[in-house]
């Protein structure tokens, strides 16, 4: 796990949700989540906005509000995004529109990034598949994508090639960014040990 730690100063009058952020007593009050599929980013974003008292949303349920039957355009999803990120205490997770992100990153005050490798995200995907598949589980990111088919064509360019871009595209946007702290995991035992280290009085 590597952190970017950045000096952020906390407004005059905390506005309540997130303000005392987590053990450290850095505020959290505009928060993306974002990285490589299956990592558990959206679970990871569920126990952070309920430690903090912060709204999340899933860019997967702004992009298919109906599970995967229905996809909403670029310029809806943007609007949703751009509507949230006006708030002031939000947590955002997921990757839709990531090659978008400039306003995003500008209006966070911290943002994780989960940078698997591509080996672990190909398993990770499998696992996900597999699940949703026979034991027919109900998640954010585990709907009609992954129960109806595994599309290798798209799945393995995208985890080793097309992604990895666009994630160096995004960091470069949040290094231009320095009031951003920046904390990337590289495997879930980094994600576990932040939680655990992090979370544990705040659950």
Known sequence: MTERLQPYAPSAEPSGSGAQGLRSGKPMERVWVFGDYASGKSTFARALGKALNLPVFHTDQLRYPKGYLERASDAYVAARIAQISEQPNWIIEGNVLVTDTAERVRRSDTIFLFDFSGTATLWNVLVRWFRCQFLHEHKVGCCAKYK??????????????????????????????????LTTFHTRKDVNRYLQRNLAGNR
């Open 148 to 181: 109806l088919q595994l599309h290798p064509t798209y799945y393995l360019p995208h985890i080793f090639r097309t992604f990895p871009k666009r994630k160096a595209a995004a960091l470069a946007e949040i290094y231009r960014n320095p009031q951003v702290t």
